[in-house]
Structures are given as structure tokens and as C-alpha cells.
């Protein structure tokens, strides 16, 4: 896919905040309606907050109500894999460079996609488009 990114668990803990650490490299999940991308509007770009790669941008992000920003689909296309943790069969988004944990992708999103990728603010940072 991408270029990979590929660094020590310890320069990742160094670059990034321990929210960031827990949720890219340790696959976790922030806890709904807190973070800080879920109600931004502001057009731009949302990049990995890992390595940078560009994944989503505004124009297709959505208030669907679930407590994580949501995008009707990526800018490119993101590394997806099949994910049976906590009893349930989802289907897991990562950063295609950096092979971050950025969320789970849903089919109950939006036309034209009718895809719903429900994606951690701390998996994103946000360059505003001037």
C-alpha cells in the first residue's frame, strides 16, 4: 500500500502522547463523545497522528451520532482487517504507512458509500484548509 513507517516501541512512546501510544499502537478506543475531532466543522485534512499521511477530509465527515468522528470513506485507500476482539466481528481501519489503529470501518453510513469509518480523534490531527 503506503510506505511503511517503521519505528521502536520507544521512539513511538517518545513522539507520541500516552492517549496517541494507547489508541494507534495499542489498538484501544477512546471513550465516546470526548474527543477532540468529534464535533470540529472546520474544512481541512485529518492526517495520521502517528506518521502524517493524509486519511480523510472534511467533506466527508458526518454526524452519525455514534461519539467518534465519522467519514463516508478515506481520501486513499487505508489498510482494513478483520477484527474478532471483544466478542464481537468488526472490521478494523489502519493507517496504511504507519499501520496504526485508527478505528473500526461500518455498513451503515451515508450514500453514496453507505460506509460509516468511526474513527479515535487521538488516531488524527487536523490541518485547517486556509
Known sequence: ??????????????????????????KGTEAPFTGKHYK??????????GCGKELFVSEDKFDSGCGWPSFSRPMDQVEERRDLSHGMDRTEVLCPDCGGHLGHVFED?????GLRYCINSASLKFKKRE
Do not use: F, I, K, N
Request: charged share 40%; net charge positive; aromatic share 8%.
Open 109 to 113: 453510513g451515508p450514500r453514496p458509500t
Open 40 to 49: 470540529t466543522r472546520d474544512a481541512g485534512t485529518y492526517v495520521c497522528a
Open 1 to 26: 500500500m503506503g510506505r511503511r513507517v517503521e519505528r521502536s516501541e520507544e521512539d513511538w512512546r517518545r513522539e507520541l502522547d500516552a492517549e496517541q501510544y494507547r489508541v494507534l499502537r495499542g
